[in-house]
């Protein structure tokens, strides 16, 4: 993340002084507030909304720089010596860079800035979902492979700040960008992580997400059950020895996404930049080539190829999801909904396929049902629609199992 990109810290409208006040208020969960504990307006039923004031990341940048980097940092004596900037970019934390003031320096060799992560709810969403995120930062870390992490706390953490700027959508296609992210990701799945190996996390996460949904819409729950059951039905986990798939068609998708944009809402969708088969075949091999394998056979890149656009569905269907809790639950400015509806339609074209959909409604519910043809395979995508909200589901010649949804309507 670049300091170009970073915008300047806003003035809060609250004084110094109600700033202290707050720090006594301060609580283990100071970032998740009920949003009817905001507004009748906002409220929700189920979700909360992230409420992160200015008082809140200053207190927390002075209370956790001082606790975990020591030195230096333990002379700042106010939390308003600290020059704290948003950092752009954060789509489920919140970030800052957080800077010591220039008339302090280092005893040591602890850093004079930090990047501050205050988590959004739904990083917070789950336990596991907790502990594993920590786990993997650190261990990334200790190998080389990742910033360092200098605090970690139940909602936020202090890690190193490192200046760069992240790629655009022209330096994804440079080949020699290309390889050099196939390497990296090869490096990642050669590592023994002390984690759970049974490939169950795409279902528990999503369940988990669209149970934060359904809470946030109880009177609807006859139709929610049924979003429930076909979350995702088609379980990518069974079908496939590995994820694989996974992982580089959710880094093809984000080819066509953006982020650098600025005013709403917050992204542009370029379709056309989705990975041609040619370009796919090539991180294919630089990716294999990593890993030890320079003989790779034509079925081979095909498989993967398959695999790899078929799980790509998957990624978009996660997506959408996350969004759609976003929306409700996220304080930060970014259009949500918008990113939401473009990962429901962002399956309908890509290289060597299209596809169709048409909705039937009926009470106010719409069910979608769309095939996907391209080299190598058949899909089929279903729907649900009711209001603003919107879950669907994914399967590769899977019509049989799929049907059942079909056959449900009232």
């Known amino acids: 993340m670049s300091v170009e990109e970073m915008k300047g810290s806003k003035n809060n409208s609250n004084s110094a002084a109600a700033r202290r006040k707050l720090v006594h208020q301060d609580t283990a969960n100071d970032t998740d507030v009920p949003i009817s504990a905001v507004?009748?307006?906002?409220?929700?039923?189920?979700?909360s909304k992230d409420i992160v004031t200015d008082a809140i990341v200053r207190?927390?940048?002075?209370?956790?720089?001082?606790?975990?980097?020591?030195?230096?940092?333990?002379?700042?004596t106010s939390e308003d010596d600290l020059t704290i900037a948003p950092i752009s970019g954060g789509m489920?934390?919140?970030?800052?860079?957080?800077?010591?003031?220039?008339?302090i320096?280092?005893?040591?060799?602890?850093?004079t800035e930090v990047l501050l992560r205050i988590y959004g709810q739904i990083s917070k969403s789950t336990l596991d979902f907790l502990v594993h995120n920590s786990v993997v930062f650190a261990l990334l870390a200790e190998r080389k492979l990742g910033p360092k992490p200098y605090g970690m706390y139940h909602d936020g953490r202090i890690e190193e700040f490192i200046q760069a700027r992240?790629?655009?959508?022209?330096?994804?296609?440079?080949?020699e960008v290309m390889g050099m992210v196939a390497e990296k990701l090869a490096q990642f799945h050669s590592l023994d992580m002390p984690l759970c190996k049974k490939p169950r996390w795409f279902k528990s996460l999503v369940r988990g997400?669209?149970?934060?949904?359904q809470n946030n819409y109880d009177l609807n729950s006859e139709v929610l059950e049924k979003l429930s059951l076909m979350a995702p039905t088609f379980d990518m986990e069974k079908e496939f020895q590995n994820l694989l798939g996974y992982d580089l068609g959710n880094h093809f998708n984000e080819w066509m996404f953006d982020y650098s944009?600025?005013?709403?809402?917050?992204?542009?969708?370029?379709?056309?930049?989705?990975?041609?088969?040619?370009?796919?075949?090539?991180?294919f091999r630089s990716y294999l080539k990593a890993q030890g394998q320079t003989d790779v056979s034509e079925a081979t890149l095909a498989k993967i190829y398959m695999e790899t656009n078929t799980l790509s569905l998957h990624s978009h269907f996660l997506w959408g999801v996350w969004s759609m809790v976003q929306a409700q639950a996220s304080s930060i400015e970014f259009d949500?909904?918008?990113?939401?509806?473009?990962?429901?339609?962002?399956?309908?074209?890509?290289?060597?396929?299209?596809?169709?959909?048409?909705?039937?409604?009926?009470?106010?519910?719409?069910?979608?049902?769309?095939?996907?043809?391209?080299?190598?395979?058949?899909?089929?995508?279903?729907?649900?629609?009711?209001?603003?909200l919107f879950i669907s589901s994914i399967s590769e010649n899977k019509y049989s199992e799929e049907k059942w949804l079909l056959d449900s309507q009232p």
Not at 105 to 111: A, S, V, Y
Not at 264 to 281: A, H, V
Not at 337 to 358: A, H, K, S, T, Y
Request: net charge negative; charged share 20%; hydrophobic share 35%.
């Open 59 to 76: 207190h927390k940048a002075f209370r956790w720089c001082q606790d975990s980097i020591g030195g230096a940092w333990t002379q700042v």
């Open 39 to 47: 507004s009748e307006t906002e409220a929700n039923n189920g979700l």
């Open 261 to 283: 944009s600025s005013g709403k809402p917050g992204f542009k969708y370029s379709p056309e930049n989705y990975p041609t088969k040619k370009q796919q075949y090539y991180f």
């Open 209 to 213: 997400w669209i149970r934060d949904i």
């Open 105 to 111: 320096k280092p005893l040591g060799d602890e850093p």
């Open 92 to 103: 489920s934390n919140y970030l800052y860079l957080v800077t010591l003031p220039a008339r």
């Open 166 to 175: 992240p790629l655009g959508p022209e330096d994804l296609k440079e080949e």
């Open 336 to 388: 949500y909904n918008v990113r939401g509806i473009v990962c429901w339609r962002g399956i309908e074209v890509w290289d060597g396929g299209m596809g169709w959909l048409c909705g039937v409604e009926w009470g106010g519910v719409v069910v979608w049902c769309g095939v996907l043809v391209w080299d190598g395979g058949v899909g089929w995508w279903f729907g649900l629609s009711y209001g603003e």
